[in-house]
């Protein structure tokens, strides 16, 4: 009798992938349905994966695959999934950020926040190499390839990844904060540093507080800021600076103030000019939901929106995500928001494609051809999506047919970065 039941008892491989396709298969109807229909019209049960109790032993398969040199057997047998994995993401999830394209395959990213000893790598097609352990933070600019290093105290501007250096600034006021993102202007000798202590416009001889400003000169003031975010346009004509309790506000190349953006949802929390500059569109959330609106680029200047208020001054891009990282390519945005999706979106609002990988995305960037990209997750976990190409697998959340060539598990307490 108990050789029956041994003999009958379902093999990993094929429970994992019988369930995985059923769940994939009932998310994708259920999102397509209250995309259609409207979510209020939804009377059906949410979808659960319960393959949580294979995860350990599919983890112990993908090491042995790893230490083996069989990667890419064990995912062909084995498509990855988030929601299998949460407990191991209780444990051991790290914040991969700060991602930026070097060219061909080949990009640079940390691993930790701001608030932690970060690590830094290059990731070239499947090959990871650490870098120099004291770098702090990594910024690319907007156009001209120009790469920003943090290391204590001082950041350096290059003409390309190890390229000609262009200037090093001296820190003073910013040396010892840590570096939520760095981002250069396109000629290198001018930064934007985003930090939980102020928004600094660094220069060769000033390290200029944009935001916020104690414009009221109160006494007990302080710099101090969550949800800090800001963004460069394309040509470096504009900053965009906010934060949870101030106000958007579009600044010119020198900080001074040009206009206010009012958060049509609670807090201010993300924003991003697009390719060409003409649309700037602004987050703001409200738990882990949020609502973006755009402003045409003739606004820019003397704009004054208020918070909470209908107007013909922005248009709705997306009333769902609550944004923490995007970008823009020539035809649409690409964003991430707190659950995991990522989402293309045109400057009209028009829903593109939209594709989950799970946990808050925290970083993301794209080659110049447009056609891999690259994605962070709080999870402590790096994609590589190729786009347009088709899907993968059965086990694929989402309408973009996007192949996913990898991902990597950069984990906390592990011997080494699995591949999946």
């Known amino acids: 009798m108990i050789d029956f039941f041994k ?61 083996e040199n069989r990667v890419e057997r064990f995912r062909n047998n084995f498509p990855p999934s988030h929601a299998p994995l949460i407990s191991f993401l209780e444990k051991q999830a790290q914040s991969i950020e700060q991602l930026h394209f070097i060219n061909d395959q080949k990009i640079v990213f940390l691993q930790g926040t701001a608030y932690q000893k970060r690590q830094a790598y290059i990731l070239n097609n499947d090959q990871i190499l650490e870098l120099d352990i004291n770098i702090k ?111 958007h506000r579009i600044l010119d190349a020198n900080g001074n ?17 697009s390719k060409d500059d003409s649309q700037l569109i602004t987050n703001s959330c409200h738990f882990y939901n949020g609502l973006t609106i755009g402003i045409d680029s003739d606004q820019f200047i003397g704009v004054r929106i208020e918070e909470y208020t209908e107007s013909d001054d922005y248009k709705i891009i997306d009333e769902e995500m609550r944004v923490y990282v995007g970008l823009a390519t020539r035809d649409y945005y690409i964003l991430g928001d707190a659950y995991g999706n990522i989402r293309a979106i045109n400057k009209n609002g028009k829903k593109i494609w939209r594709h ?39 086990h694929t959340i989402g309408n973009g047919n996007h192949y996913e060539d990898f991902r990597l598990l950069i984990w906390k307490n592990e011997p080494q970065i699995w591949k999946w």
């Open 7 to 67: 003999k009958n008892k379902p093999d990993v491989q094929e429970e994992w992938n019988a369930k995985g396709e059923q769940y994939a298969k009932e998310i994708n109807e259920m999102v397509e349905f209250g995309e259609i229909n409207g979510w209020e019209n939804w009377k059906g049960k949410e979808p659960e994966d319960k393959r949580g109790h294979l995860a350990e032993e599919v983890i112990r398969r993908l090491k042995q695959a790893n230490l």
């Open 257 to 273: 103030t040009l206009g206010s953006i009012g958060p049509q949802s609670s807090y201010p929390h993300f924003s991003l000019f």
């Open 137 to 247: 933070a990594i910024g690319k600019s907007k156009q001209n390839n120009i790469f920003a290093i943090a290391t204590e105290s001082k950041i350096s501007t290059f003409k390309g990844w190890e390229g000609e250096l262009i200037r090093e600034f001296i820190l003073n006021v910013t040396a010892k904060i840590g570096i939520t993102e760095l981002i250069p202007f396109n000629d290198g000798n001018k930064l934007l540093i985003v930090t939980s202590e102020g928004i600094y416009l660094v220069s060769e001889n000033e390290e200029k507080l944009i935001h916020p400003l104690n414009e009221g000169n109160e006494e007990d003031w302080s710099s101090n800021i969550d949800m800090e975010n800001a963004t460069l346009s394309n040509d470096n004509s504009y900053i965009v600076v906010g934060d949870q309790c101030y106000d």
């Open 356 to 394: 989950f990988l799970g946990s808050t995305i925290s970083g993301m960037t794209i080659s110049d051809d447009e056609h891999s990209l690259w994605i962070g997750t709080s999870g402590g976990i790096l994609h590589k999506l190729r786009l347009g190409k088709g899907h993968r697998d059965k």
